[in-house]
C-alpha cells in the first residue's frame, strides 16, 4: 500500500485531517455493548421457536433459540457454550456477520413487525466473558499420534485446528503473515472490531494447546504441498484469496495513488497512530462488496471531505447489504450506481480522476459520459483464486478455487480445503468456520477410524 509521500501541487493527501480524540470517537465500537438488564430484556423477545429459522440461516447451525433463553435465565456462562460448540470464532461473528441478512432476516420478529431479535448483539454478551477470560471452554482430546498441517491461520483454520485439537489431533498451521486471523486481523473494518479483539480471540482459541503456528510460511513460497503431503498425516487448506483484481485500465499500475482498498485497510488495522496514516481530502471508492463499504466509511472517519463510491450495476446487484449501503450514506459516503469505469486520469504521474460511463438498467451503455475528480483511487473490486500456489497439484479447481465435497475433501487423497479458497464459498467468516469445522471432523474421522 502506497500513498505519494509528496503528491502534486493538485492532489491534496496529508495524515492528521482529524485529531486523536476525534479519531478515537470515530473508531469506536460501532455497537456498544448489552447491559446485563438490556441483554434479558432482548431475550425475553424471543419467540424460542421450534425448528427455528433462525438457526437453519445460520451456517454454522447455532442453536439460537437456546443460546437465548439461557440469557433469558440468566445462564450466560451456558449460552456461550452453546455458541461455541457450533462456531469456536462465535465472538467475531457476533461483530462482523451480515446478521440483516442471515439470523436476523429470518427471525419471524422481522417478519411479523419489521423488528427483529438482535441476535448478533446477544452473541456477543454470551461470547464476551470466555474470550476475556482468554481460556477455551474446551480440554483438549487425549493425543492420538497424529499430525495436520494446516495452511493459513485465518478463521478456516484456526477454526480446523480448534476441532482437531478436541479430538486429539495435533496441527501446524503455516501462516504467511506476521499475525494470525487471516481478514480478521487485517481486512475487517476497525470499528468493527475494537479493542485488540482479534488477536484475542485467536489467542482464546490456541489456549486448547496442541496447536502450534508457525507465521511467515507461505504456500507456494516457503512450503510446498508435495512436502506437507509427505511430511503430516492430513493437509488442510485454508489460505484465503490471492491478488486482487484489477480494473483493466491504462495507467493502473503507474499512477500514484491507485491503492488496493484491502492493503490500506490492512496498514490501517495495524496503524499504532491513525494522525499519522495519510488521507485523501477526496476519496474515490470503485466497488460494491463489503470490502469497497469498509475502506469508503473509513476514509470518512479518517477525515476525508468527501467520499465517492462508484458501482458498475445497480443496488439490487451490490453484494453490501442495505443495512451496509445505509451505514455508508449515514457516514456522508455518496454512492453512484451505474458507473462503469472508462479511463484513469493523472497529473504530474499521480492520479487524479476517473471518466465514467453511464450505463442503463439493461446494461447497455448510454452515450453520456461523467469525471470524478479525486486525489485518491481506492479499487474494491473483489480477489482472486491463487492456484500456482498448489505448485502444479493434481487438485480439482473452479475458477481458480478449489473444489471440494460437502465434507470438504479435494479431489487429491489426503487433502481438505475450505474458507474463501474454494469453489462456491460465501466469502464470509462464518461460513469459513463451518469448512474448517466440518473438514476436521471429516479429517479426524479419516485418521482416528
Not at 477455551?136 to 499420534?145: L, N, V
Not at 494447546?209 to 509427505?230: M, T, W, Y
Not at 459516503?333 to 499521480?350: D, F, K, N, Q, S
Request: with cysteine; aromatic share 6%.
Amino acid at each position: 500500500m502506497t500513498i505519494a509521500a509528496n503528491p502534486p501541487a493538485a492532489s491534496d493527501i496529508r495524515p492528521g485531517r482529524l485529531d486523536g480524540e476525534t479519531l478515537k470517537d470515530n473508531f469506536a465500537d460501532l455497537h456498544a455493548p448489552l447491559t446485563a438488564h438490556e441483554a434479558r430484556v432482548e431475550a425475553e423477545r424471543c419467540y424460542f421457536c421450534f425448528d427455528a429459522p433462525c438457526q437453519q440461516a445460520c451456517p454454522t447451525g447455532i442453536d439460537i433459540p437456546l443460546f437465548i433463553r439461557q440469557i433469558a435465565a440468566g445462564n450466560r456462562t451456558g449460552a456461550g457454550r452453546t455458541i461455541f460448540d457450533s462456531n469456536i470464532m462465535g465472538g467475531m461473528c457476533a461483530r462482523v456477520c451480515p446478521t440483516e441478512t442471515l439470523c436476523e432476516e429470518a427471525c419471524v420478529r422481522e417478519v411479523a413487525e419489521g423488528k427483529p431479535v438482535v441476535i448478533g448483539q446477544l452473541q456477543r454478551h454470551a461470547t464476551e466473558p470466555a474470550i476475556e477470560r482468554g481460556q477455551s471452554p474446551y480440554a483438549r482430546g487425549k493425543p492420538a499420534g497424529k499430525r495436520v498441517a494446516i495452511v493459513g491461520a485465518g478463521p478456516a483454520g484456526l477454526a480446523c485446528a480448534h476441532e482437531l485439537a478436541i479430538a486429539g489431533v495435533e496441527s501446524v498451521i503455516f501462516e504467511a503473515r506476521e499475525k494470525a486471523g487471516g481478514l480478521n486481523e487485517y481486512g475487517i473494518a476497525a470499528y468493527k472490531t475494537v479493542d485488540d479483539f482479534a488477536a484475542r480471540e485467536v489467542e482464546f482459541i490456541l489456549s486448547i494447546g496442541g496447536i502450534e503456528i508457525r507465521r511467515g510460511q507461505a504456500l507456494g513460497r516457503d512450503v510446498r504441498l508435495e512436502d506437507l503431503r509427505r511430511d503430516y498425516d492430513a493437509v488442510f487448506l485454508g489460505a484465503g484469496l490471492g491478488s486482487t483484481n484489477k480494473l483493466g485500465l491504462p495507467k493502473e499500475t503507474e499512477l500514484e495513488n491507485v491503492i488496493d482498498a484491502v492493503d490500506y485497510i490492512a496498514a490501517l488495522r495495524q496503524a499504532k497512530d491513525l494522525t499519522a496514516l495519510p488521507v485523501g481530502r477526496r476519496v474515490l471508492v470503485i466497488g460494491g462488496g463489503m470490502t469497497a463499504i469498509d475502506i469508503a466509511v473509513q476514509s470518512k472517519k479518517l477525515g476525508a471531505e468527501t467520499v465517492t463510491m462508484a458501482y458498475r450495476r445497480g443496488p439490487e446487484q451490490m453484494k453490501a447489504s442495505p443495512y451496509e449501503r445505509e451505514l455508508a450514506q449515514t457516514s456522508g459516503v455518496v454512492i453512484r450506481y451505474w458507473a462503469r469505469p472508462m479511463a484513469l486520469e493523472g497529473h504530474a504521474g499521480a492520479f487524479s480522476g476517473v471518466v465514467f460511463e453511464n450505463a442503463s438498467e439493461d446494461g447497455d451503455a448510454s452515450r453520456s459520459v461523467f469525471r470524478i475528480e479525486a486525489d485518491v483511487l481506492f479499487t474494491a473490486i473483489g480477489q482472486r483464486g491463487a492456484p500456482e500456489a498448489l505448485d502444479g497439484a493434481e487438485i480439482k479447481t473452479k475458477d481458480g478455487r478449489i473444489v471440494v465435497d460437502d465434507q470438504r475433501r479435494a479431489s487429491l487423497k489426503g487433502v481438505w480445503a475450505g474458507g474463501d479458497c474454494v469453489f462456491g464459498g460465501q466469502d464470509l467468516t462464518v461460513s469459513a468456520v463451518e469448512d474448517g469445522k466440518q473438514a476436521a471432523r471429516s479429517i479426524a474421522a479419516a485418521l482416528l477410524s
